[in-house]
């Protein structure tokens, strides 16, 4: 028997790489990155230089990844166009599109929170709107065809509306996370900065509309069909994310607004009202974070939950969490939130070091890119 050719072989591999990377791999990238600006929030909070290395690190690793990444992504998307349509039409499988940019977005906060002082201003600023640009309009375009094909599929069932369908809401509701920080930092004043700010509102009202109505669909079919089998477990913690990406959002619009009037909008009047309406938000995101301790559990105990990539939901979700509640903290002057910040933010690094483990065993055992 002839022994194969070693560059057959690596080409083969390659291919089977390309053709079979799916979109939910940027799920991983969204949370390492979430990891990153979380950790930058700690070090802040408590003045721990080691921490701030710490986050740079996981914000590297971000970049890294994201370039990485966007190669098959790219290249699947000529070279395999039907498994793209496949995925894209697939109930489950499409919410994870707009994952891609929502990373660009995510890599421009934990860029903005950790390389100020290492990136020059002049390098800094205009990487940072540029991925703000490329995000928004990725959000946006995903976020229209992932929801124009759920509504022209007739196989789409309510036993398929699952958590995973928040992330295009979610999606929207990311881009004023860094959109607001623009505007309150070098972009303040100027035309770009009011573009911006509209761009970030109006995406604002879209992820916000969109999680309330689509929020309903999921809550009917998981009350009234049956739990969605083991690997789609984790996405239950994705419910964490609205509502505390709608918390940060809320103080970075209080701080856009406060470093000068946008579009002739006084931030005095708003801000108290903005404070009330976060702490509510936050409530439920710190409500649905107990409620998914106790749905994990169940699985755990009374089903199964083995190791799927689907365990990269729990990362993201959980970041936005801890920044929510040191965001939160800071925005109302109430010190006990830093150290909920903490708490989360520890179990977000241990959750992630896991599945990344986890992750680099499976793609060595050559199991990360097959056939679902």
């Given at each position: 028997?002839?022994?194969?050719?070693?560059?057959q072989?690596s080409?083969?591999r390659?291919?089977?790489?390309?053709e079979?990377?799916?979109?939910?791999?940027?799920g991983?990238t969204?949370?390492?990155?979430?990891?990153?600006?979380?950790?930058a929030?700690v070090?802040?909070?408590?003045?721990?230089?080691a921490?701030?290395?710490?986050?740079?690190?996981?914000?590297?690793l971000?970049?890294?990844?994201?370039?990485?990444?966007?190669?098959?992504w790219?290249s699947?998307?000529?070279?395999?166009?039907?498994?793209?349509w496949?995925?894209?039409?697939?109930?489950i499988?499409?919410?994870?599109?707009?994952?891609?940019?929502?990373?660009?977005?995510?890599?421009?906060?934990?860029i903005?929170?950790?390389?100020?002082?290492v990136?020059?201003?002049?390098?800094?600023d205009?990487?940072?709107?540029?991925?703000?640009?490329l995000?928004?309009a990725?959000?946006f375009?995903?976020?229209?065809?992932?929801v124009?094909?759920?509504f022209?599929?007739?196989a789409i069932?309510t036993?398929?509306?699952?958590f995973?369908?928040?992330?295009?809401?979610?999606?929207?509701?990311?881009?004023?996370?860094?959109?607001?920080?623009?505007?309150?930092?070098?972009?303040?004043?100027?035309?770009?900065?009011r573009?911006?700010?509209?761009?970030s509102?109006?995406?604002?009202?879209?992820?916000?509309?969109?999680?309330?109505f689509?929020?309903?669909?999921?809550l009917?079919?998981?009350?009234?069909e049956?739990?969605p089998?083991?690997?789609?477990?984790?996405?239950?913690?994705?419910?964490?994310?609205?509502?505390a990406?709608?918390t940060?959002?809320?103080?970075?619009?209080?701080a856009?607004l406060q470093g000068?009037?946008v579009l002739g909008?006084a931030?005095?009047?708003?801000?108290?009202?903005?404070r009330?309406?976060?702490?509510?938000l936050?409530?439920?995101?710190a409500?649905?974070f107990?409620l998914?301790v106790a749905?994990?559990?169940?699985?755990?105990?009374?089903?199964?939950?083995?190791f799927?990539?689907?365990?990269?939901a729990y990362?993201f979700p959980?970041?936005?969490?801890?920044?929510?509640?040191g965001?939160?903290?800071?925005?109302?002057?109430?010190a006990?939130?830093?150290?909920v910040?903490v708490?989360?933010t520890?179990?977000?690094?241990?959750?992630w070091?896991?599945?990344a483990?986890?992750?680099?065993r499976?793609?060595?055992?050559?199991?990360?890119?097959?056939p679902?």
């Amino acid at each position: 028997m002839s022994e194969l050719n070693p560059t057959q072989t690596s080409g083969s591999r390659v291919s089977k790489t390309i053709e079979f990377f799916g979109p939910q791999w940027f799920g991983s990238t969204m949370g390492t990155g979430a990891v990153g600006v979380a950790v930058a929030l700690v070090a802040a909070e408590f003045d721990i230089a080691a921490l701030e290395v710490v986050a740079q690190f996981f914000v590297a690793l971000t970049a890294v990844l994201t370039v990485a990444y966007t190669v098959p992504w790219l290249s699947r998307m000529w070279l395999y166009p039907r498994r793209v349509w496949a995925d894209l039409t697939h109930p489950i499988r499409g919410q994870f599109f707009p994952t891609m940019p929502i990373t660009l977005v995510v890599l421009g906060l934990g860029i903005a929170r950790t390389m100020s002082d290492v990136v020059p201003t002049a390098v800094l600023d205009p990487l940072l709107t540029a991925l703000f640009v490329l995000g928004s309009a990725g959000i946006f375009g995903f976020g229209l065809l992932v929801v124009t094909v759920m509504f022209t599929n007739d196989a789409i069932g309510t036993e398929h509306g699952v958590f995973a369908w928040y992330i295009p809401p979610v999606s929207h509701l990311v881009i004023p996370l860094l959109g607001f920080e623009l505007v309150a930092g070098h972009l303040g004043g100027t035309p770009t900065g009011r573009l911006v700010f509209v761009v970030s509102t109006v995406a604002l009202g879209i992820g916000t509309f969109m999680f309330l109505f689509f929020g309903a669909i999921v809550l009917f079919r998981y009350a009234y069909e049956s739990l969605p089998r083991e690997k789609l477990a984790p996405t239950f913690v994705i419910g964490l994310a609205p509502t505390a990406v709608l918390t940060i959002a809320i103080a970075k619009l209080a701080a856009a607004l406060q470093g000068g009037a946008v579009l002739g909008i006084a931030a005095e009047p708003v801000v108290p009202l903005l404070r009330l309406l976060a702490l509510g938000l936050w409530g439920f995101s710190a409500w649905w974070f107990v409620l998914t301790v106790a749905l994990v559990t169940y699985y755990v105990s009374r089903r199964t939950h083995p190791f799927f990539f689907t365990w990269w939901a729990y990362t993201f979700p959980m970041g936005a969490f801890a920044l929510s509640a040191g965001s939160l903290g800071r925005f109302l002057g109430f010190a006990p939130l830093s150290y909920v910040l903490v708490a989360v933010t520890a179990a977000l690094v241990v959750v992630w070091t896991v599945t990344a483990a986890l992750t680099g065993r499976m793609i060595l055992r050559g199991d990360a890119f097959v056939p679902e």
